[in-house]
Every structure is written in C-alpha cells, then in structure tokens.
C-alpha cells in the first residue's frame, strides 16, 4: 500500500534541469527517450523530472516513444511501473513524508489547472471510432447469453490490432484467471493485457500535445478510458502472478494510475459536462453511451472500494490522492446503467455485488435488495439464460431466506451453460451453506467436496469446511456421540495445513483460520466445540438464519455448555466462543422477530448476558483471541441497535485496544466491520441532533 512512496532511476536516466517552457520540455523529453531506447523494454520506466524549484514531475518513457497524456499527468503517477522488475534497476528508500504531501499539492494544482484550460475535444468527423464496434456489442451478447467460446473467438481474431477487442479478450482472460487461480490463465492474461495496453498507449494523446495546450481528438479520449481499464485489469493480475513485494507496488502503483485517469475522465466528461442521468437529451453528441457508461463503471467501483478501507490505511491512501465515498460509487454505477451503453451490465453487476456480497459481510440487515431485483430483472429480460444474472437473482432469493428458490435457481445455473464450470463452483459454495442452513449436514459436506476437487481457490478452506461439516454430520447421527473420534475426519483436519495459497504475497486469513482450528483439533484430542456452527458465524451466514433454527442453534449451544461433554473439559476458549454465538444468535433473532412481543424487553438482553459472558473470558482465553476482539464488535452493535451510541463507541474503542495488544484470526475482516459501524453510528448521531 505503497503507493506513490517509490521512487527510482534507470542506470541510463539522466535528469532535466532548467526547462522553462512547454516547448524545451517537449524536445529535451524527446532527446532523453532517444537516448535511452536501448536500455529500455517492452514496459516503461519511471522517470522523475526535475524543474529550477526543485518540484517533482512524473513523467514516463515508453518504447514506442508515446508521451503520456494529460490525464496521466494529473495523477503524478507513470503510466506503467513494469519497471520496478529486477532487470538492473533500484528502488530507492522512500521520501519524507513532507515531501510527498507537498508533491501531492503540486499535482493537485496541476490537476485543477489543467481541468480549467484543456480545451474541449476535438471531433473529427471523418473518424469512425465506433468501425469495430458491432463486434464488440455481438460479442458481450454472445457472453450474456453463455456462449463464451463464440464471443472469445470474436475478441481473439483482432485483439493485436484493434485496442476494444485487446481489452474485452483480456477482460475474458483476467475473469478466468481469478475464478481458476491457474498460473497459465494468468500469465495468458497477463501477455494479452500487455497487448492491450501498448495499443491504447499508441493511441493516447502524446504529452507535447498536451503541454501546448492541443485539444485531444475523441480517439485519443476513448484510448485514455480503454488504457485505464487495461490498466486495472493488468493490476489485478499483478496480486496473482507473483507472491514478490515488486508484483504487489506495480500493482499498486497501475491501480493507483487507473483511478486517477478514470476521475479526470468523469470530471471532465460527466460533471463538467452537465450530464445528467435523467436529462440524457444533455449528451453532447460526440460522447457515446459507451464511452460514458465506462467512465461510470470504473470511477464508481473505485469510490465504493476506497469507501470500506479502515482509517488508518485511508489516511495513507488520502496522501497519494485516493479518497471514496460510497454514495458517489453508486451514483456514478447507476448512471452508468441508465446510459445503456456497452459497459452498462457490468455497472448493474457492480452494484449487485456491493448489496449481496460486499453489504451482506459489513451490514446484513440493511441490504438494497429492491436494487438488486430490478436489475437483475431488466438484464435478465434482455438475456433469460445469462448465468450470471440468474446467479445474482438466487443470492437475492437467498438473502431473502428464501432457501428453496435459491436452491431451485442455483441448479438452474449449473444446467444454464457447461463452458465455463468455474461458474458451476460459485454455485456449489452458495449450494453448500444453503444445505448447512437446513442443517443437511452430509449435502453439506458433499458440496464442500466437490469445491475441494475442482476450485483452485483456497483448498484449505474448503477441505476445513469439508470436516467441520463431516464432525456435525457424525455427532448429530447418534446422540450418544459426545465429540468426533473418527480416523477419516481426523484425517481431513489433518490435511488442512496441506493446501495454503498466497495471494499477493500473503496467506490468507481465513486459511489462517482453518489451519490454526485444525491444528487446535488434534492438541484438543481431536475435539472442537461445535466447528460448523463456528464456521456459519465466521462466513456470516448467522444473518441467513430463520427464527426456528437460530433458536435451535441457540438450544444446541447452551446444551454444551450447560450440560458439558463427556470426557472433555471446556477450556475458557470453547466456553468464550459458546457464548459469543449465543449472544449473536440472539441478536438476530431480534432483528428478525419485529412482530413478537418479547423482542425488546427479552432478545436483546439475552444476547447482552451472553456477550458478556463471552467477554469475561479474555484473560483466561489462551488460543482463540479472536473471541475478544469479535465480541466487542458484536456489543458495540448491540448497543448501537439499543440506541446508546456512546456505549457501542466504547466497545469499539476497546475492540480497537485488542487489536493493537494482540494479532488474532480475521483481524482485517473485524475491521472493516468496525469501520462499516462507526460510520454508521455517525450517521445516527447526526440525524437526531
């Protein structure tokens, strides 16, 4: 999360001093490519520039000799760091901090200077932007309607040539690359999104235009929103293709890149411009719906992503120029759909996948699924068969607890198409935790299986999930069985360790999570206290509970730790966590019970007694500190449905505290729920004062 705090120098970079125009710039910038060509790659170097006052500017080198736009030039970041590579260059030690607030002053003022003197586009019309288009548009039907293979064939014929194609062929590559985590998929990615990009850059508006104050011609802006894109494509990738800290600045330093050329394009284009989303006879005529609609997409995906960043990373993130704010994100998303242009059912897709997936982890309760049936009805319209409009129709049924319609469309959904069975592993995950819901325990297991054999993704999860769903299946089967002493599932347990992957250069925390239960199994003599129950709050699927079975989980819960087990002793861990799910089970069952008469005076202190039994255990827990910091979360919440803000205030603070003593398991995760709280909280505040 470094950012812009990077700075280096090829062993050809010379420096430029004393530039004092547009013009001297331009041609000592030419000199200075010409010069250094030969020690340059396919990828650009980061070069820094330096005027008579001394103030840094940016400025990147690239193969083709393609200066960098005006957008470029306003977010103060080069347009590609595949320089930062081992090929012979050095990362120097970051500035002072000083010096980078006052660099990103500088770009600022250069940002608003340019916004107010950069003359309108120009509009040649003689140019036919739109020539390959068709294809591009029979392509994205041909996805929607499942028949990837045809639309890959149509993208790969003229992805060397054409920069639209290069990007929808990459944007397909970089899909299956995450969804199969296949180091092949991601290098093939990777190679046809550097197409993609050295085909925008061509096209882009050269900088020595853009010091004279040239209008850019409507190619050279579409280019600049195409680069953009590639450019963020090409980032997600970089988290994947390698577990190095350089993977993990140049794909930092690409995001960092493409969010700035997406919020130049949107204040250019869209607010400067007056468009509206309910007046779109305010289109100017050379803006397609295109166009706009990619300018939506990525500018609102970026604020809703930089929205749920905690504090204290944001303010590291507002020193290099990125702030979020999730109402503008979704704003500009819904623009983007009303525009109904090429990139308008990705902005639909963004917008579900923030309600049914982002909103489900952070605040389950308070979801949008009005949002998400109309959009999935009106693309579902368009396109009957589309899997993945059909998937996000069953998550919705779900959220819903509507378990037998999800249930019904998800098999739909694995029917629909059979070309891309990634797809298929989307919905067994939903499948499976819909069957734990029913408490179908062995279905359960089934459906963790088949993930385990077939998805790349997190292994270790999935084969975690496998036994904890195998330990309830074999408790529940005879009542006499107090705890799981059974070889096959102590074998799985075993295995878990096995199978952790790193995700940019990191394990991941609920595989972190996995192993260190597993291993708490086997020193436990093979024993843990209700694992599938713990593993349903830790994935949040508690929220999907109806009343009946919350209350039966409860009953099982206090059956353990009332009655106790036979031949095992409760350590504070086991008993800490038994109370936490009881407190939270009884939390919702408040929110769901609105027309019982006990909800107010009974659910709520229930839930309070148990968290605070939970609580109580913090100094005698030895292993899961997780109970803690979880449990302040889940009071603070308590208290904030009660209506006493300052108490959850107090419980966040001290939520905070134990994050600063001690790491625990899913630490981030609690985080951004805490974040996600607070900001509730202080909206609260403010509309009753």
Same mark, same amino acid.
């Given at each position: 999360?470094?950012?812009?705090?990077?700075?280096?120098?090829?062993?050809?970079?010379?420096?430029?001093?004393?530039?004092?125009?547009?013009?001297?710039?331009?041609?000592?910038?030419?000199?200075?490519?010409?010069?250094?060509?030969?020690?340059?790659?396919?990828?650009?170097?980061?070069?820094?520039?330096?005027?008579?006052?001394?103030?840094?500017?940016?400025?990147?080198?690239?193969?083709?000799?393609?200066?960098?736009?005006?957008?470029?030039?306003?977010?103060?970041?080069?347009?590609?760091?595949?320089?930062?590579?081992?090929?012979?260059?050095?990362?120097?030690?970051?500035?002072?901090?000083?010096?980078?607030?006052?660099?990103?002053?500088?770009?600022?003022?250069?940002?608003?200077?340019?916004?107010?003197?950069?003359?309108?586009?120009?509009?040649?019309?003689?140019?036919?932007?739109?020539?390959?288009?068709?294809?591009?548009?029979?392509?994205?039907?041909?996805?929607?309607?499942?028949?990837?293979?045809?639309?890959?064939?149509?993208?790969?014929?003229?992805?060397?040539?054409?920069?639209?194609?290069?990007?929808?062929?990459?944007?397909?590559?970089?899909?299956?690359?995450?969804?199969?985590?296949?180091?092949?998929?991601?290098?093939?990615?990777?190679?046809?999104?550097?197409?993609?990009?050295?085909?925008?850059?061509?096209?882009?508006q050269k900088r020595t235009d853009y010091l004279r104050m040239k209008a850019p011609t409507y190619e050279e802006v579409v280019?600049?929103?195409?680069?953009?894109?590639?450019?963020?494509?090409?980032?997600?990738?970089?988290?994947?293709?390698?577990?190095?800290?350089?993977?993990?600045?140049?794909?930092?330093?690409?995001?960092?890149?493409?969010?700035?050329?997406?919020?130049?394009?949107?204040?250019?284009?869209?607010?400067?411009?007056?468009?509206?989303?309910?007046?779109?006879?305010?289109?100017?005529?050379?803006?397609?719906?295109?166009?706009?609609?990619?300018?939506?997409?990525?500018?609102?995906?970026?604020?809703?992503?930089?929205?749920?960043?905690?504090?204290?990373?944001?303010?590291?993130?507002?020193?290099?120029?990125?702030?979020?704010?999730?109402?503008?994100?979704?704003?500009?998303?819904? @623009?983007?759909?009303?525009?109904?242009?090429?990139?308008?059912?990705?902005?639909?897709?963004?917008?579900?996948?923030?309600?049914?997936?982002?909103?489900?982890?952070?605040?389950?309760?308070?979801?949008?699924?009005?949002?998400?049936?109309?959009?999935?009805?009106?693309?579902?319209?368009?396109?009957?068969?589309?899997?993945?409009?059909?998937?996000?129709?069953?998550?919705?049924?779900?959220?819903?607890?509507?378990?037998?319609?999800?249930?019904?469309?998800?098999?739909?959904?694995?029917?629909?198409?059979?070309?891309?069975?990634?797809?298929?592993?989307?919905?067994?995950?939903?499948?499976?935790?819909?069957?734990?819901?029913?408490?179908?325990?062995?279905?359960?297991?089934?459906?963790?299986?088949?993930?385990?054999?077939?998805?790349?993704?997190?292994?270790?999860?999935?084969?975690?999930?496998?036994?904890?769903?195998?330990?309830? @299946?074999?408790?529940?089967?005879?009542?006499?069985?107090?705890?799981?002493?059974?070889?096959?599932?102590?074998?799985?347990?075993?295995?878990?360790?096995?199978?952790?992957?790193?995700?940019?250069?990191?394990?991941? @925390?609920?595989?972190?999570?996995?192993?260190?239960?597993?291993?708490?199994?086997?020193?436990?003599?093979?024993?843990?206290?209700?694992?599938?129950?713990?593993?349903?709050?830790?994935?949040?699927?508690?929220?999907?509970?109806?009343?009946?079975?919350?209350?039966?989980?409860?009953?099982?819960?206090?059956?353990?730790?009332?009655?106790?087990?036979?031949?095992?002793?409760?350590?504070?861990?086991?008993?800490?966590?038994?109370?936490?799910?009881?407190?939270?089970?009884?939390?919702?069952?408040?929110?769901?019970?609105?027309?019982?008469?006990?909800?107010?005076?009974?659910?709520? @202190?229930?839930?309070?007694?148990?968290?605070?039994?939970?609580?109580?255990?913090?100094?005698?827990?030895?292993?899961?500190?997780?109970?803690?910091?979880?449990?302040?979360?889940?009071?603070?919440?308590?208290?904030?449905?009660?209506?006493?803000?300052?108490?959850?205030?107090?419980?966040?603070?001290?939520?905070?505290?134990?994050?600063?003593?001690?790491?625990?398991?899913?630490?981030?995760?609690v985080m951004f729920k805490v974040h996600n709280l607070t900001e509730r909280i202080k909206r609260s505040t403010r509309s009753?004062?």
């Amino acid at each position: 999360m470094v950012f812009g705090l990077f700075r280096q120098r090829s062993s050809g970079e010379s420096s430029l001093e004393g530039s004092d125009n547009a013009d001297t710039v331009a041609a000592d910038l030419h000199e200075m490519r010409l010069s250094s060509q030969q020690t340059l790659r396919n990828d650009s170097v980061e070069r820094t520039v330096r005027n008579e006052s001394g103030e840094g500017l940016l400025e990147d080198s690239r193969e083709a000799t393609a200066p960098s736009t005006a957008l470029e030039g306003d977010t103060g970041i080069p347009a590609d760091v595949n320089a930062i590579s081992g090929t012979g260059d050095t990362v120097n030690q970051p500035g002072p901090l000083i010096d980078l607030i006052e660099q990103n002053r500088t770009i600022e003022r250069e940002s608003n200077l340019s916004a107010m003197t950069t003359p309108e586009m120009i509009v040649d019309p003689n140019l036919d932007i739109n020539m390959n288009m068709e294809l591009v548009h029979k392509s994205l039907v041909l996805l929607f309607d499942n028949k990837f293979h045809e639309a890959e064939d149509i993208l790969k014929k003229h992805y060397e040539t054409d920069m639209h194609f290069a990007l929808g062929y990459g944007a397909m590559l970089t899909f299956q690359a995450i969804m199969t985590y296949d180091s092949r998929e991601i290098e093939k990615g990777y190679s046809i999104l550097a197409k993609g990009l050295e085909l925008t850059d061509s096209k882009r508006q050269k900088r020595t235009d853009y010091l004279r104050m040239k209008a850019p011609t409507y190619e050279e802006v579409v280019a600049e929103l195409l680069y953009a894109e590639t450019l963020l494509l090409t980032s997600l990738l970089s988290f994947t293709q390698s577990d190095s800290v350089i993977s993990m600045i140049k794909g930092a330093v690409k995001g960092r890149t493409s969010y700035g050329i997406y919020k130049d394009l949107h204040n250019k284009y869209v607010v400067k411009a007056g468009i509206s989303r309910h007046n779109k006879s305010t289109i100017p005529e050379y803006l397609s719906n295109d166009f706009l609609s990619g300018i939506c997409l990525g500018y609102g995906c970026f604020q809703i992503a930089l929205s749920m960043v905690p504090p204290k990373l944001l303010k590291l993130l507002e020193l290099v120029g990125l702030q979020g704010d999730t109402t503008e994100g979704i704003k500009a998303l819904s @623009q983007g759909v009303d525009f109904d242009g090429l990139r308008s059912p990705f902005c639909a897709q963004a917008i579900i996948a923030y309600e049914t997936a982002f909103k489900f982890h952070l605040d389950p309760y308070n979801m949008n699924l009005g949002a998400v049936d109309k959009l999935t009805t009106k693309y579902l319209e368009r396109h009957p068969v589309c899997v993945s409009f059909k998937f996000f129709a069953g998550r919705a049924e779900e959220l819903r607890r509507d378990l037998k319609a999800a249930r019904q469309t998800f098999e739909n959904c694995i029917m629909l198409q059979d070309e891309w069975v990634t797809m298929h592993h989307t919905c067994w995950f939903e499948l499976m935790w819909i069957s734990s819901l029913e408490q179908k325990w062995n279905e359960a297991a089934e459906y963790a299986e088949r993930l385990f054999g077939a998805s790349n993704w997190s292994k270790t999860s999935y084969l975690y999930l496998l036994a904890a769903f195998r330990h309830a @299946q074999f408790v529940d089967s005879d009542p006499s069985r107090k705890y799981a002493n059974n070889p096959n599932i102590t074998t799985l347990f075993k295995d878990v360790k096995e199978y952790q992957i790193r995700v940019a250069g990191k394990r991941l @925390q609920i595989e972190k999570y996995c192993v260190r239960k597993a291993r708490s199994f086997k020193n436990q003599n093979n024993f843990l206290f209700l694992p599938a129950l713990e593993a349903m709050y830790i994935w949040g699927i508690f929220s999907l509970l109806d009343l009946a079975t919350a209350k039966d989980f409860i009953d099982k819960c206090n059956d353990k730790l009332v009655n106790g087990i036979t031949d095992v002793q409760l350590c504070p861990d086991d008993r800490g966590l038994g109370h936490l799910m009881v407190g939270v089970l009884w939390k919702h069952c408040y929110l769901l019970s609105k027309d019982e008469p006990e909800r107010d005076g009974s659910y709520l @202190q229930k839930a309070e007694d148990s968290l605070t039994l939970a609580l109580s255990y913090e100094k005698q827990i030895s292993l899961d500190h997780f109970i803690i910091g979880w449990g302040n979360y889940e009071t603070a919440e308590l208290h904030w449905l009660k209506g006493d803000n300052k108490k959850a205030m107090e419980y966040i603070k001290s939520c905070k505290k134990v994050s600063s003593k001690i790491k625990y398991s899913l630490e981030s995760r609690v985080m951004f729920k805490v974040h996600n709280l607070t900001e509730r909280i202080k909206r609260s505040t403010r509309s009753t004062t």
